[in-house]
Structure formats: C-alpha cells, structure tokens
C-alpha cells in the first residue's frame, strides 16, 4: 500500500477537500468519501498530530472536528451563501437539542413542538411569527442540504409561509451527534464554548492552525516567541504542509502566507471579479498610498464616493458608498489585508503592499458587475 505511486496524491487531494468543506458524506460525493475512508487512519494522523484536529469517519460519513483557532468571518452559510443571522444559529442550535435522542422519523409539527419544549426549558421565547418561522425553515434546509435530515413526504419550505404546513422527517441521529465541535458538558455559557473550542493559541500546533485557516499569519499577531521558533523550523513546516495540502510557503519580516497556487484551498478569492472586489483593491491602494496610518468610516466613505463618481458606471447600479464601505472592508479585513480598530479606524497591514496600484477596469457585463480587475 505504501509504495503505491498514487498514495500521496490521493493523501493530499482528500487532506485538501477535508480542510475547505469539513463535513463530507457519501451520497454527496461517493469518491471522494471512499478516497477519505481509504487513508482515514494516515488523515487522522496528519490532522491530531499536525494540527490538532479530529478526523472521525464512518460508514458514509466523514467529520473533520476543527478547534484551537476559529476564524470570525467563516459562519454558517445558506444555499445561497447568505451568512446565518443570530436568530437562525439559535434556532439551528434548538434543532439539535430537540432531535439529540429523539426518533429518527418525526413529523415537522412534532418536531417543532420540540423545539418550542427545547426554547422553554433554555429560556428563550417563541412566538411562532414569520420571522421565527422562517429562521426554522433555514434551520433545517441547512441540514437537509447536509445530509443530516431527509425529507421523506413534503418539503419544510412550506412552514415559511403557512404555520399548519407538515412535512414527515428522517433524522440522521449518528450525523446530529457528529455536528457539535466542543464538548457541551457542563458548559454554562457561550462564551464558555468559545474558549473550549478555541484550546492552545501557542506552540507549533497553532502556528500551523493559522498558516493554513488564515490568508496570512502576521508576525504581530503571534508572541515574539512563538514568531522565532516558527523561522527557526520554517523548513519543516514547509514540507508539512506542502506534503499535506499542496500548499507552499512564503516568509517575510512581517509574516508568513501558506500559498495555494491553485485556488482550491482558498474559500474566498482576491482580487476577484464584482464591485465589492474592485473596489476594495481601489480603496487598498487608496489606504496604503494616502491614510498608511488609517481612516475614520467618514474619510473612507469619501473616497468611496470618488471612487463610485470614477468607476460606477462598471459598478452594480444599486452602490450605496456606506454600505459598499461595510462589505469591502469586510474582504480587506478577511483577507488579512486590514486591520479594523475598536472605533471603527481602518488602517493597512504590511501585507497590503504587495499588490498592485496599477488597476485597469474591463468592460462590465450587462448587470453592471466588474468582468477583469488586472
């Protein structure tokens, strides 16, 4: 098995595929889940002992338990890729309480009474309107889409609009078991959750943790300590996560980036096509040319406004420069590329410098959205 030429490829694509979507299922993906399940023992390996993660595969499923660093701009996201507000992580959360040791086939009425039982006893109230309904419907749309539940007569979209709609369940209780990252017991709050599923932030296990999680791991961000043990064994995790991921890495004096040169590592790319994209690589170059020391959301809105008068007409027709300000801060600041002070000050990290200040604007297509940024 060992001297098959094709191992460590098959290693690294399924170390991969783990890393961006950490819950694969068979019916989903039947190769690579088979792929997974053929090297789960060596994953498992590379995962605890690398970075300190959690590998569980079974029959059909394969879970990836991340913990020790958790990023804040990776939430749940819907089928549209519209991040979970706080009411549905709620309701989601009463889901699984309500499903944990239930039958595995309840009808939706059921099992929405559960949930309302589940609310009671946590003391949060329900009042059953749309708006609760609808984070219901999210709820469990996402685990439907995850193989958790299976509509098995009549779909949960119903209840969004009509509070007597049913629908008939399949509840995947060993999946339910598998969702939760942290362990539960005893724990009193949520912050409490928080800091068990956050773990270590030093030693060589961490340093990897942010290497492969973060677009880049700023020298500034870690304890001097920490920063000159990972130089000093710079070699060594290269070939980590090279052998792992396919990833190379990139050091500098002010930090280090884990580089995925096809894309298939990455969940959000830059620079990029669409207006939020574009202009964020404008007001990157704005930042780092004009405010090095950082600008206020009022100064940043005029710039806005100046981009918007120069390039709007490339820009979706809709561009409002204070709420473009909020989503193009949001990918500089994902992107590593910023760092946002408690009163709302935007100021440009190091790693901002390397890219261009020369942009070109393409033709837009016909909905106004930016085709070619360079």
């Known amino acids: 098995m060992h001297d098959d030429p094709q191992r460590a490829g098959e290693l690294t694509g399924a170390a991969r595929a783990l890393l961006v979507r950490p819950w694969r299922t068979a019916e989903a993906d039947r190769p690579l889940f088979l792929l997974i399940r053929r090297h789960a023992e060596q994953l498992d390996r590379w995962f605890t002992q690398r970075l300190g993660y959690r590998l569980v595969v079974g029959t059909d499923t394969a879970r990836l338990v991340k913990s020790g660093h958790i990023p804040a701009d990776r939430p749940l996201r819907t089928s549209t890729q519209r991040p979970f507000t706080a009411r549905e992580y709620t309701v989601l959360a009463l889901v699984l309480a309500a499903t944990s040791a239930g039958p595995d086939r309840i009808s939706l009425r059921d099992l929405v009474l559960q949930v309302r039982s589940a609310a009671a006893d946590a003391g949060i109230a329900l009042d059953g309107a749309t708006s609760e309904r609808r984070a219901l419907v999210t709820a469990l749309r996402w685990l439907v889409e995850h193989g958790v539940v299976r509509e098995l007569d009549r779909s949960v979209t119903g209840y969004e609009t009509d509070a007597d709609a049913d629908a008939l369940l399949e509840v995947r209780n060993d999946r339910m078991a598998l969702l939760p990252g942290a362990a539960l017991v005893d724990a009193h709050s949520a912050d409490e959750l928080l800091d068990r599923a956050t773990g270590e932030g030093t030693g060589r296990?961490?340093?990897?943790?942010?290497?492969?999680?973060?677009?880049?791991?700023?020298?500034?961000?870690?304890?001097?300590?920490?920063?000159?043990?990972?130089r000093r064994r710079f070699g060594e995790e290269s070939r980590y996560l090279e052998e792992m991921f396919g990833l190379g890495v990139e050091a500098r004096a002010e930090g280090a980036a884990a580089i995925d040169v096809d894309g298939g590592c990455t969940d959000i790319t830059f620079p990029a096509g669409g207006t939020t994209a574009h202009a964020a690589l404008l007001l990157l170059d704005v930042l780092t040319t004009r405010h090095r020391e950082g600008a206020d959301p009022d100064v940043l809105?005029?710039?806005?406004?100046?981009?918007l008068a120069r390039y709007g007409r490339f820009w979706r027709k809709d561009v409002d420069p204070e709420n473009l300000r909020v989503e193009v801060v949001g990918l500089l600041a994902a992107m590593a590329l910023v760092t946002?002070?408690?009163?709302?000050?935007?100021?440009?990290?190091?790693?901002?410098?390397?890219?261009?200040?020369?942009?070109?604007?393409?033709?837009?297509d016909d909905d106004g959205e930016q085709q070619s940024l360079l």
């Open 301 to 307: 809105d005029g710039e806005l406004r100046e981009l």
């Open 205 to 230: 296990a961490a340093l990897r943790r942010r290497l492969v999680e973060d677009p880049v791991l700023h020298a500034d961000d870690v304890s001097p300590e920490d920063w000159t043990e990972l």
């Open 340 to 364: 946002v002070e408690s009163d709302g000050r935007v100021r440009p990290r190091p790693i901002a410098a390397r890219f261009a200040p020369v942009v070109a604007v393409a033709d837009a």
